[in-house]
């Protein structure tokens, strides 16, 4: 059975920072994508960071140079350090690890960011 967790949302003050986790088991195929998506209260879900299975990265202009992605391939672990957290940064974040041809997410853990 795939279970996904994440973990390490709360409440933080504006500038503050928080590190977000994510741990997948149960998958037999090789992860090649993980992605941390986030969705605000009345907004679509939006992509926040990307990490291929090389090493590169992609990340939302809305947060580039404020959050980093990075994973522990050996534990299927990804990670989200968040610095310099803004208001608008609240919302639910989501786990996504994909293997070539599945796709596995996570209950979603809330970043509240008070100003």
């Known amino acids: 059975q795939v279970q996904v967790v994440e973990s390490g949302g709360g409440l933080v003050q504006a500038g503050g920072s928080l590190r977000l986790s994510c741990t997948a088991s149960?998958?037999?195929?090789?992860?090649?994508?993980m992605d941390w998506y986030r969705q605000a209260p009345g907004k679509q879900r939006e992509l926040v960071a990307r990490?291929?299975?090389?090493?590169?990265?992609d990340y939302a202009k809305s947060v580039k140079g404020r959050f980093t992605i990075s994973t522990d391939n050996a534990e299927n672990t990804v990670y989200l350090q968040m610095d310099s957290l803004k208001p608008e940064d609240t919302a639910v974040y989501y786990c996504?690890?994909?293997?070539?041809?599945?796709?596995?997410w996570g209950q979603g853990t809330q970043v509240t960011v008070s100003s």
């Open positions: 149960g998958i037999s195929q090789s992860i090649v994508v």
């Open positions: 990490i291929f299975s090389g090493g590169s990265t």
């Open positions: 996504n690890q994909r293997t070539r041809i599945n796709e596995y």
